[in-house]
């Protein structure tokens, strides 16, 4: 995806001033590095949220759970839940710091 095109986006010196070197490396630690959230960061995409959005819910269902617990022991089925609401959490935290940004990035790009 190309999101140099999409509007929204800033110059590559204004995207320091989008998002900070701390939250684009926070961010970028929750996701693989051939993930599309990279170039909407580097960017300054405002396409990040969507991303963090999709992400931020706890990824398992009861069906999902139970399958595992009948297929393995139950103590990895546990550990295996709590590594994903640990993540559902962090990328909820950048996806609530994120939108506390947009009043900022609003008024900065209003200028």
Avoid at 18 to 45: C, M, Q, T
Wanted: charged content about 40%; some cysteine.
């Amino acid at each position: 995806m190309n999101f140099e095109k999409i509007e929204g986006d800033v110059s590559p010196k204004e995207h320091q001033e989008r998002y900070s070197e701390d939250f684009i490396e926070r961010v970028k630690a929750e996701f693989p590095p051939s993930s599309s959230i990279y170039e909407a960061l580097d960017s300054g995409n405002e396409w990040v949220g969507r991303f963090l959005d999709e992400e931020r819910h706890f990824p398992m269902t009861q069906k999902d759970i139970d399958k595992a617990i009948q297929d393995g022991n139950a103590e990895e089925v546990i550990k295996e839940i709590t590594k994903a609401i640990e993540r559902a959490d962090r990328i909820n935290k950048l996806y609530c710091e994120w939108g506390e940004s947009l009043p900022e990035i609003t008024e900065e790009t209003n200028l």
